[in-house]
């Protein structure tokens, strides 16, 4: 699961492609091309800035097929894309200023409308089932050969709408990232979710013992999805019990890593899903957390890592034979009409959905959700003015403070020293060598005393470096963790080595 691990960003940026050629003229002439409703929206922000337009109907190519859209659902990546969050993403997906993906939704089921002139696996009136990013809309466009399959007789639109994203991620992390073989035990944490529903009954299709993390209220419904155990969190810590497990599914990442690792067998493996909820990680989304498990990974037997899901039609296929089976059955919470999809958001949000959310197409459009909840207060929120100029400055502040202050450094020391060699390599190293001290004590999350320490040894080190003491030299290059460090330091510093040997007998001579 190492070599698996993958970030948010790139994930995003995937997504960010797929509908980037989108088209989103809203005044077409009229009679001039069949019109669809649809969830838009042209600025970053709360669930306000969404929208109902009326948008061309897109019109498959040779390789796509159309679909009438039955129903859609919910997931966090939706916020993520709306809010422009985590802020890092918009210098390299979402958009600057403004987003570039102006549609919303992934999940869908519904009927096949027409199919283009190679498309041979679907033909008009087909249910079916799959990934197209914007979903919210009364049709969608998907290429026959991608994220998309026959919708399973036994179950319904609803049902079918909620599986791509959640029940992938849950299948992907259990099967190909948490390596789950029968009898084995898992824990999921965040049982009572969109993926931890559908990671309890997975985990049971492949024999494991399964232990859900949920709330007071949600413990009866785990219970009855398969899960052999349950822990309730607001009376129990799962990470303080006696149990041990072979994999945790953290879909919640509300316990540090050490705390994980202490439930964790000698082999077992943490699989962190996705990006974190609402207010996590705001500005760079789960890369600290990302960061930590890769730090503990090559010190610590456990496996620690992230995932994220991967559309494939072949993972659609096993979770609808799957449901075809009777083994998955997903867990619906709440439905809303296509106009109510900011109020489903509001509600994704807040973090207690059991189970999925669902958009509900053959509503209504006019008629309100019978669960649609009243507006809440808009949340304040940094404008992208702000966020740009904060990001900017991060970037080009990490790289260029370090060098001004090693500059200022070499400067001082050469009006001390007139006659010595300078040593700008050796200062900047040495800054970022206490930096990055510091920010390894925040990443073994051992506490404040844990800080201090890591600090006050990474900048003595750092001091004896630039003073040229060549154990400090080794033991700081070794601890930088950096291979290209190791690479730059062993030729830099065998150069300064043999100069110190020519400098010292020329001036033991001198005197």
Not at 120 to 132: A, C, E, I, L, Q
Not at 135 to 144: I, M, N, P, S
Not at 399 to 408: D, E, G, K, T
Not at 469 to 490: C, E, Q
Request: glycine content about 10%.
């Amino acid at each position: 699961m190492k070599t698996q691990s993958r970030s948010l960003i790139p994930t995003l940026l995937a997504a960010g492609l797929v509908c980037a050629g989108s088209s989103l003229a809203q005044t077409p002439a009229l009679g001039a091309v069949p019109l669809m409703k649809a969830v838009v929206y042209d600025t970053f922000g709360s669930p306000d800035v969404l929208r109902i337009a009326d948008i061309p109907r897109p019109v498959p190519d040779d390789d796509q097929i159309l679909v009438r859209v039955r129903a859609a659902s919910v997931n966090p990546l939706d916020w993520h894309f709306m809010e422009g969050t985590p802020y890092l993403a918009r210098l390299i997906s979402f958009g600057a200023l403004r987003p570039t993906v102006t549609r919303l939704g992934v999940d869908f089921a519904g009927t096949v409308e027409s199919v283009g002139k190679n498309v041979t696996r679907f033909k008009p009136g087909d249910d079916v089932f799959g990934g197209k990013t914007g979903a919210f809309a009364e049709y969608v466009c998907v290429r026959a050969d991608r994220a998309v399959a026959l919708k399973p007789a036994n179950v319904t639109f609803e049902q079918a709408a909620v599986v791509p994203i959640a029940a992938l991620t849950a299948l992907q992390g259990l099967r190909d990232n948490g390596k789950l073989q029968p009898g084995q035990r898992v824990l999921i944490n965040g049982a009572s979710g969109g993926v931890g529903t559908f990671a309890v009954q997975i985990a049971k299709s492949f024999g494991a013992d399964v232990t859900g993390v949920c709330s007071t209220k949600n413990l009866d419904m785990v219970r009855s999805i398969g899960a052999d155990r349950v822990i309730d969190y607001t009376k129990d810590d799962f990470t303080s019990g006696a149990e041990r497990y072979d994999l945790i599914i953290d879909n919640v990442a509300n316990r540090s890593l050490s705390e994980c690792r202490r439930v964790l067998k000698p082999n077992g493996k943490y699989v962190m899903i996705g990006g974190g909820g609402l207010n996590e990680g705001r500005w760079v989304g789960p890369f600290p957390r990302l960061i930590k498990a890769l730090a503990l990974s090559p010190f610590v037997s456990q496996d620690m890592g992230m995932m994220l899901a991967d559309m494939n039609v072949k993972d659609l296929a096993v979770l609808a034979d799957l449901m075809q089976a009777g083994k998955v059955t997903p867990v619906i919470d709440r439905r809303y009409s296509l106009r109510d999809v900011p109020e489903a958001i509001r509600y994704l949000e807040q973090g207690h959905a059991r189970g999925k959310v669902v958009i509900v197409l053959d509503q209504e459009s006019g008629a309100p959700s019978a669960h649609a909840e009243p507006a809440a207060t808009p949340v304040n929120r940094l404008g992208p003015g702000v966020v740009l100029l904060v990001l900017l400055g991060t970037i080009v502040g990490v790289p260029v403070v370090p060098i001004v202050a090693a500059l200022a450094l070499d400067r001082r020391f050469r009006r001390r020293n007139p006659g010595k060699r300078p040593y700008r390599w050796g200062y900047y190293f040495g800054i970022l060598s206490f930096l990055g001290g510091v920010g390894l004590g925040l990443m073994l999350e051992s506490g404040t005393g844990a800080v201090i320490v890591c600090g006050a040894i990474y900048a003595v080190l750092a001091w004896l470096f630039v003073q040229r003491r060549r154990w400090a030299w080794v033991a700081l290059t070794i601890l930088s963790f950096n291979p290209v460090a190791w690479v730059i330091n062993f030729f830099y510093l065998r150069k300064r080595w043999a100069e110190d040997i020519e400098t010292t007998p020329a001036i033991a001579a001198g005197g």
